[in-house]
T-cell receptor, first 115, second 115 residues
Framework: AQTVTQSQPEMSVQEAETVTLSCTYD???????LFWYKQPPSRQMILVIR??????QNATENRFSVNFQKAAKSFSLKISDSQLGDTAMYFC????????????FGAGTILRVKS | NAGVTQTPKFQVLKTGQSMTLQCAQD?????MSWYRQDPGMGLRLIHY???????DQGEVPNGYNVSRSTTEDFPLRLLSAAPSQTSVYFC??????????????FGPGTRLTVL
């Protein structure tokens, strides 16, 4: 079975600064996806970024980028130029490539952006 | 497109009562899933479906039933509610794996309290 570990229950960052959220996972699979989801106080789950395991290049989406280390089974999220609207719970998630609707989530990291 | 919709947004039940959480999507997604979110545990998969008429159990299926008679709808039934089922419930949908568009999209969630 796959497991996802987020070792930072809470993080804080000053507005405009950079913060990195950590995620490690355990799997024996070779083909899979990794995701970061954002959950603001509205409770809506919002996809931030997605990484296919077969791609060596790290995914980026505007201010959000990942550091994907497949051998180390590590998948960290870097948020640059943090904004107040980035305040949310962030979940790391794993999905085997052939199981399109079976996400395995970490426990989440609460990120607070301070002005 | 309305995306993934869930009703109700909030519900309070007494122990032993039954109810159905509704989920619908208008994106013609084959895959649909139900997750529950509990503090400190992230989201966990309850049941999922890979198409109309096909359902299977996820990580925490006990106490819940599902059916999938149409592509659009995937209701979750609690037959005899228990306080341990107090949680936030999310429905999600996606295209089938390998389609290149198999990211899961989440509904807004239902907060259920069982007294």
């Amino acid at each position: 079975a796959q497991t996802v570990t987020q070792s930072q229950p809470e993080m804080s960052v000053q507005e405009a600064e950079t913060v990195t959220l950590s995620c490690t996972y355990d799997t024996s699979e070779n083909n899979y996806y990794l995701f970061w989801y954002k959950q603001p106080p509205s409770r809506q789950m919002i996809l931030v970024i997605r990484q296919e395991a077969y791609k060596q290049q790290n995914a980026t989406e505007n201010r959000f980028s990942v550091n994907f280390q497949k051998a180390a089974k590590s998948f960290s999220l870097k948020i640059s130029d943090s904004q107040l609207g980035d305040t949310a719970m962030y979940f790391c998630a794993f999905m085997r490539m052939e199981y399109g609707n079976k996400l395995v989530f970490g426990a989440g990291t609460i990120l607070r952006v301070k002005s | 497109n309305a995306g993934v919709t869930q009703t109700p947004k909030f519900q309070v039940l007494k122990t032993g009562q039954s109810m159905t959480l509704q989920c619908a999507q208008d994106m013609n997604h084959e895959y649909m899933s139900w997750y529950r979110q509990d503090p400190g545990m992230g989201l966990r998969l309850i049941h999922y479906s890979v198409g109309a008429g096909i359902t299977d159990q996820g990580e925490v299926p006990n106490g819940y039933n599902v059916s999938r008679s149409t592509t659009e709808d995937f209701p979750l039934r609690l037959l005899s509610a228990a306080p341990s089922q107090t949680s936030v419930y999310f429905c999600a949908s996606s295209y089938s794996p390998g389609s290149g568009a198999d990211t899961q999209y989440f509904g807004p969630g239902t907060r259920l309290t069982v007294l």
